[in-house]
């Protein structure tokens, strides 16, 4: 059983940056591909970025393409979303997700996912 832990969250006004940070556990983190999904209040999830278990691949939602990176650090069991020039509309709580499968990552079918952290962003 994998757990993971977002941090990270805050409030910050429009064009500042925030990263967020998810902690695994398990002794089986680094073959894991990983992922980050937000949503916001009435609204569905909705896919933001994702990365392979050997970080060689990425794929992002149009939304955020050029403003976020994902990055991932399996010595440290950790995924991070680093989050620059951010919007009003960035605002959502921000889920980690994990699978052994790059395609169940991204279509949200993931096994395994954070509580979330919470992301405001002030005008």
């Known amino acids: 059983q994998v757990q993971l832990v977002e941090s990270g969250g805050g409030l910050v006004q429009a064009g500042g940056s925030l990263r967020l940070s998810c902690a695994a556990s398990?002794?089986?983190?680094?073959?894991?591909?990983m992922g980050w999904f937000r949503q916001a209040p009435g609204k569905e999830r909705e896919f933001v970025a994702a990365i392979n278990w050997s970080a060689g691949r990425t794929y992002y939602a149009d939304s955020v393409k050029g403003r976020f990176t994902i990055s991932r650090d399996n010595a440290k069991n950790t995924v991070y979303l680093q989050m620059n020039s951010l919007k009003p509309e960035d605002t959502a709580v921000y889920y980690c997700?994990?699978?052994?499968?790059?395609?169940?990552?991204?279509?949200?079918?993931?096994?395994?996912w954070g509580q979330g952290t919470q992301v405001t962003v002030s005008p």
């Open positions: 997700a994990g699978d052994t499968t790059f395609q169940s990552v991204v279509t949200g079918r993931s096994d395994y």
């Open positions: 398990g002794r089986t983190f680094s073959s894991y591909d």
